[in-house]
């Protein structure tokens, strides 16, 4: 039978990945992904609106539910327990599925695919700005007052719109991460090391890396997660040169650089969802 108890989380599945074995000079700053576990997608009404949850039977004796910050709500239900009894639990828990949905929605207001329209907000530096495409003398972006107001000679198409942005992205990159590096550095260079150099790259599964050479690679997409957050993940690659690993050495260097560091990489996975 199922328990009464109804275990509520508020997880984020990228906060508790089981580190795998990990090699040197390799690192766990990796870029949320949606979660694909073979559970089984179902929906329940709760009044005017529907739930989508993702339903888990596993060997346990109380129900869990959990909203993720990509909105995803996964249920986690004894092996035996009925469909009704688990659609009850989840209507008496629904203002509170609603409140977390509601909640993680003013991080994740960017729809997966970006169309590069006007209207359409992008980030930078952890804000949000609305593009405003139209044409003129020459190719340019340019951001103000909470715009992008991207210029084309021809008539702007999204595919135009998004080489100039991620143009623009990458220029701005190499400014910021530079300038990242050197505010980061200043807490490193008496620990007798040399300061690394720095690449940037647009990379699908991690925010930053450290080569046996020491060259700190940044992913192009990290400007657009606010100053703080780009410190942070500059910061745990400056902490590899000294330990090359995630050991207790490595967690005690970063603790002592960035007190607050776990709060900073939430804020990071829930804003780049
Ligand atoms: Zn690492």
Redesign the pocket.
Known sequence: MMNKKLKETHVNPHLSVAPKK?RAN????VVPKNISDGSRKLAVKYGSKEIEYNLIHVKRKTMEIAVHPDSTVVVKAPLQSDITLIERKIIKRARWILRQLNYFNQFNPKTPDRCYVSGETHLYLGKQYRLKLSEGPENCVKLSRGFFYVTCQNKPTPDITKKLLNQWYLKKAQIQFAQSMDRCWMKFNNLGISKPKLSIKQMQKRW???SSRGTVTLNTNLVKASKECIDYVVT??L??LKHN??SPE?YELLNSVIPSWEKIKHKLELSMV
């Open positions: 990990i390799s690192c766990k700053l930053g890396s450290l745990h690659e902490c590899h690993n995630h490595f």
